[in-house]
């Protein structure tokens, strides 16, 4: 079974050399505080790769499929909701 979800993060930095840590999941339910995860680098778009910008992560199977930059009303959604 292919389990696919989309959940926000933000990126926190790049602390090793080819990879991103990104914030995962914070605000959702039992996992309010969310977590940090390091991904590689590439799987990041150039556009994402600062610290403190809103994502949205594309989960399949628990591993990274997708990365994209949320869109200035979904920022104003999130912010509502933290």
């Not at 990041?44 to 990274?64: A, H, K, Q």
């Amino acid at each position: 079974m292919n389990l696919k979800h989309k959940i926000r993060g933000q990126v926190f930095g790049s602390l090793k050399a080819g990879t991103i840590d990104i914030h995962f999941g914070y605000g959702y339910a039992i996992n309010d505080g969310g977590g940090l995860r390091r991904v590689n680098r590439e799987l990041v778009p150039e556009d994402c790769r600062f610290p403190n910008t809103y994502i949205w992560i594309t989960l399949s199977n628990g591993n990274v499929v997708l990365i994209e930059k949320m869109n200035e009303e979904d920022i104003e959604l999130h912010n509502r909701d933290t």
